[in-house]
């Protein structure tokens, strides 16, 4: 099992006159070679999911900022340079974080191999604190109220929670949450009825709550595949 390592998230956008397509056969391609330099846990998402993926832009946003996010575990971040160099081969733009890892929801039923691509979607979020709280305020809002409540109004599978410590690249922007939201059927994010398991007042105290500890203008959100490659 994983224990006293270091996890790196790093969001990624691919080069303009790049295809999808081909962005994420070269990250996963990639792979193998971080493995080769010691990671001991990898996964990645990608928003490969083509016209299929038209979520209400009153939820989700454009997606136009994030094309994947990695994530790996190291056993300290020192040894991150050549992974570095990799995903600036292979990207367009590179984003890293240093995070703490929180799992509310593991998969219960997982039955599926390591280096395949996972059944259902991954909804990937990105959020900066609001000038107006104190770290103690977001992050007790995030984590005491707004989790228990998005795991009771969602239809979520996997649901992981990771706060930034610090950015590692010179570049990012100053994110300090960045979420993964799983579900089992992309329609449980794309129809919002369901997203809401199907109350109106869901989606009011949805709504509500996010816009007590984030902006909703600073989010960057994207559906993505998910492809774990080493658990």
Same mark, same amino acid.
């Given at each position: 099992?994983?224990?006293?390592?270091?996890?790196?998230?790093?969001?990624?956008?691919?080069?303009?006159?790049? @295809?999808?397509?081909? &962005?994420?056969?070269?990250?996963?391609?990639?792979? %193998?070679? &971080?493995?080769?330099?010691?990671?001991?846990?990898?996964?990645?998402?990608?928003?490969?999911?083509?016209?299929?993926?038209? +979520?209400?832009?009153?939820?989700?946003?454009?997606?136009?900022?994030?094309?994947?996010?990695?994530?790996?575990?190291?056993?300290?971040?020192?040894?991150?340079?050549?992974?570095?160099?990799?995903?600036?081969?292979?990207? %367009?733009?590179?984003? %890293?974080?240093?995070?703490?890892?929180?799992?509310?929801?593991?998969?219960?039923?997982?039955?599926?191999?390591?280096? %395949?691509?996972?059944?259902?979607?991954?909804?990937?979020?990105?959020? +900066?604190?609001?000038?107006?709280?104190?770290?103690?305020?977001?992050?007790?809002?995030?984590?005491? @109220?707004?989790?228990?409540?998005?795991?009771?109004?969602?239809?979520?599978?996997?649901?992981?929670?990771?706060?930034?410590?610090?950015?590692?690249?010179?570049?990012?922007?100053?994110?300090?949450?960045?979420?993964?939201?799983?579900?089992?059927?992309?329609?449980?994010?794309?129809?919002?009825?369901?997203? &809401?398991?199907?109350?109106?007042?869901?989606?009011?105290?949805?709504?509500?709550?996010?816009?007590? &500890?984030?902006?909703?203008?600073?989010?960057?959100?994207?559906?993505?595949?998910?492809?774990?490659?080493? @658990?």
């Amino acid at each position: 099992m994983l224990g006293r390592m270091e996890k790196l998230v790093y969001l990624l956008r691919k080069r303009d006159a790049d @295809s999808i397509e081909g &962005f994420r056969d070269e990250l996963l391609n990639a792979c %193998g070679r &971080f493995l080769e330099r010691g990671v001991r846990g990898l996964s990645v998402n990608v928003a490969d999911l083509g016209a299929q993926a038209q +979520p209400s832009p009153l939820w989700l946003g454009d997606g136009k900022t994030l094309s994947a996010s990695l994530s790996l575990w190291l056993d300290s971040l020192d040894q991150r340079g050549p992974l570095e160099e990799l995903l600036l081969a292979a990207s %367009g733009r590179v984003w %890293g974080y240093l995070v703490t890892e929180s799992v509310p929801i593991e998969y219960p039923d997982r039955d599926w191999a390591d280096g %395949g691509k996972s059944p259902g979607v991954t909804l990937v979020t990105a959020f +900066p604190k609001p000038s107006r709280l104190s770290d103690e305020e977001f992050y007790g809002h995030w984590h005491g @109220s707004h989790t228990p409540l998005s795991l009771e109004i969602h239809p979520f599978w996997r649901y992981v929670r990771n706060a930034v410590a610090r950015r590692i690249t010179p570049e990012g922007p100053p994110y300090r949450g960045i979420v993964e939201e799983r579900v089992r059927d992309i329609e449980d994010v794309i129809d919002i009825v369901r997203l &809401f398991r199907g109350k109106a007042e869901n989606f009011a105290r949805g709504i509500e709550d996010v816009n007590r &500890f984030i902006d909703q203008s600073d989010i960057s959100c994207s559906l993505m595949s998910e492809y774990i490659i080493k @658990s």
